[in-house]
């Protein structure tokens, strides 16, 4: 299956366009997987499926759906 | 060691200035810069005083790490008592100022009374001298501190200084050092006028003593490591602070056309990658990043304006290099006002540095007078023929530099959004706390930064709390308060040691603790800075509370808690401050109406300000 990925700041251009407008992902797979599976997942703070947000303690348990729109930011601090 | 030991006392009423020891059991309990400036302001201000009266006192403080080898060690802050909200004011600001100041052998430099005439003050190391400057009244920021350094003969010499804003009482004028730094924030530029006191130049060439030289080394490298290989520092130094503009626009935080949005839909023509693009006349907004004081992050900006801009196409003397856009000045130019031309929006920018004005203040003001304009209660007549609508450009840099030169219509805008929108008959369109504007997180999304805008001391502030990653997991009030109060102490404790807070995303307290307690007397640990921090804390509450505020003033505009998020994650949300405000008020041990107890303040050695029988 594939999920459409949305990233911002600092994340923006850190996976190219293609694979960000269709990431490969194991049938099944969850929001943890995917976060595990790219090169700056410590760096990834938030993270929303399809306009809800689902904080890092319910990755695990949030299973993706082809088609799913994966939106992933970074901290933030004030400024 | 760490601290110079001594303060410099400037009477601008007598024309005297004296040194004296530090109060080192104050040193003890309130660290430096914003926790010891705190103290000695309510030693020597009653909180009920005018602002601009000359028993209001400006008082400048470094911290013990200012001026070391610690990163980021350039800060100083200025505390006094606000007039643009009434409350206890807090501005910090980096750039060289500070370590200088620390250099000239002052950890605390305290100015009260009013001069008859202008001044400005000279400090050379031990000699201090109070010096005309009726020739500079009338002048920017920016050609008296070309001035001052042409006059002494000195290139190194560093200014803090203010414009014409400030000598005229914007109520949002700041203190502007190295030509774009500011202590920015709730008028303290305005207080400096009010005093005749056009500037502060400091040349100083003493070091800084550090209690155990080779441990303070180590340490120091040790940090410095940490700090270096950290994701956050090196995003801060490759995209400045303006990355969060595309982080706040998906997230839905991003306030819009005066809080009305909470998106904007121009938001590409003025983000990180519309600065380093070239435009049809082969210009270029972004030159290089830059570095305050001894900073290893480096965040700052400097930008140019395109030569062909109608704000400065016949004036050459915009076309230099200077402070560029961060989040907070593309915010206030930007969504908050409906803008996305980005030279305007460097031109404002500017304008705020040129003229010493806050930013924040200014953009958020704009917008209100604009929301009053699209209304029909201010007039085309009232504005100098300038069309006020969101969107347009014109009115941003025009209505920047008539504020700043406090000229026609920016006479209105410089009274801020509060008195502005009472004076139109709309207070509920301002969008401040305790009379301070908002900065540019929309507390719909982010609701912990409602619960830290509403209970900041110095009214409406985002760098006072830090609740960013608990706000972006859940868009509800629930278990904000925590987080909220913790995070309050921690910060208190940081801008008192003397660094940036941006350090702060690397560095927990156990880091910074570890380098102040190399460099100071004592024995520093997280748990001491933190109870510092909390004892800080409440001394400013107390001291807001003495000057008349109450728990009325912890609240937020009802646009923020009525008038839902209109788009976005929190689309349909309010800001649920009423079930976080009575938690939090738990949280610090505080009465159901905000008042510290007897108990809290003799935990926290206050037992001086207790108020007997609180509500
Ligand atoms: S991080 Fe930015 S604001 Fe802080 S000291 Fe460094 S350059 Fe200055």
């Known amino acids: 299956m594939k999920v459409q990925l949305d990233l911002a700041g600092e994340l923006e251009g850190a996976l190219d366009e293609a694979l960000e407008a269709a990431y490969p992902l194991e049938t099944g797979a969850t929001l943890e997987d995917l976060v595990a599976s790219l090169p700056f997942a410590s760096r990834v703070a938030l993270t929303s499926v399809n306009g809800e947000l689902v904080p890092p303690a319910e990755r695990a348990g949030r299973t993706l759906s082809d088609g799913d729109e994966v939106m992933l930011l970074p901290p933030v601090k004030g400024g | 060691m760490g601290w110079q030991r001594k303060v410099l006392r400037v009477d601008l009423t007598a024309g005297t200035c004296e040194s004296e020891p530090l109060n080192m059991q104050w040193a003890a309990q309130y660290v430096g810069g914003r926790g010891l400036a705190t103290r000695y302001l309510v030693d020597n201000v009653d909180p009920a005083v005018d602002p601009l009266s000359p028993d209001n006192a400006l008082v400048f403080a470094t911290g013990p790490l200012s001026g070391t080898l610690v990163s980021t060690s350039g800060r100083y802050c200025v505390v006094t008592k606000g007039p643009l909200t009434g409350a206890i004011a807090c501005s910090n600001s980096g750039g060289k100022f500070g370590a200088e100041l620390k250099y000239c052998g002052y950890d605390l430099l305290i100015i009260q009374g009013r001069s008859e005439k202008p001044v400005y003050l000279l400090i050379e190391d031990d000699e201090v001298s109070l010096e005309d400057a009726s020739d500079l009244w009338g002048e920017t920021v920016w050609k008296t501190e070309e001035t001052i350094k042409a006059r002494h003969r000195s290139e190194d010499m560093k200014v803090a200084s203010i414009g014409v804003a400030g000598e005229r009482g914007v109520y949002y004028a700041c203190i502007v050092n190295d030509l774009h730094r500011a202590a920015g924030r709730s008028g303290v530029g305005a207080v400096m006028g009010s005093k005749n006191l056009k500037a502060v130049a400091a040349r100083g060439t003493r070091g800084v003593k550090v209690k155990e030289p080779t441990r303070f080394m180590q340490v120091v490298d040790e940090k410095n490591r940490k700090l270096f290989e950290h994701g956050s520092r090196r995003a801060l130094m490759r995209y400045g602070t303006l990355s969060m503009i595309d982080v706040m626009q998906k997230f839905g935080g991003l306030p819009t056309n005066n809080f009305q949005k909470v998106q904007f839909e121009g938001v590409d023509r003025i983000n990180p990658k519309a600065v380093v693009e070239t435009n049809r006349n082969g210009h270029k907004n972004l030159l290089t990043n830059k570095a305050c004081f001894g900073c290893t992050i480096a965040c700052g900006r400097i930008a140019h304006i395109d030569p062909n801009h109608f704000s400065v196409v016949n004036r050459q003397e915009y076309w230099h290099a200077s402070g560029g856009l961060e ?127 509403a209970t900041g001391n110095r009214g409406a502030c985002h760098l006072k709390h830090d609740t960013f990653d608990v706000d972006m997991e859940d868009v509800s009030g629930k278990g904000k308060a925590k987080p ?97 405000l009575p938690e939090y008020y738990a949280e610090r041990g505080w009465t159901a109406n905000g008042v510290p107890t007897p108990d809290l303040l003799r935990r926290l050695k206050l037992e001086d300000f207790i108020i007997e029988s609180p509500a």
């Open chain 2, 327 to 453: 989040y907070e000045t593309a915010f206030a130019f930007g969504p908050a006002v409906g803008v996305d031309d980005l030279d305007a929006l460097t031109f404002a920018g500017y304008m705020m540095n040129e003229h010493g004005m806050d930013p924040i203040s200014f953009g958020v003001t704009l917008a209100a007078a604009m929301e009053l304009y699209e209304l029909g209660l201010i007039t085309r007549e009232q504005t100098d023929g300038i069309d006020l609508r969101f969107g347009n450009a014109e009115a941003l840099t025009v209505m920047a530099e008539k504020t700043g030169k406090y000229e026609g219509f920016g006479r209105e805008l410089a009274l801020g959004s509060k008195r502005l929108c009472e004076k139109y008959g709309r207070p509920d369109l301002a969008m401040v706390v305790k009379g301070q504007e908002f900065a540019g997180y929309d507390s719909r999304a982010l609701q912990g930064m409602g619960l830290g805008y």
């Open chain 2, 484 to 580: 909220c109060k913790h995070s309050q102490d921690d910060i208190a404790a940081i801008d008192s040691a003397g660094i940036c807070l941006f350090t702060a995303s690397a560095w927990d307290l156990d880091d910074i603790a570890a380098q102040v307690d190399a460099a100071c007397e004592g024995s520093w640990t997280a748990e001491r800075l933190h109870d510092a921090g909390e004892r800080i804390w409440n001394l400013e509450r107390l001291f807001n509370l003495r000057a008349g505020l109450t728990a009325a003033d912890d609240t937020l505009p009802p646009r923020l808690l009525k008038e839902p998020a209109p788009s976005g994650t929190a689309k349909g949300k309010v800001c649920e401050l009423d079930v976080m």
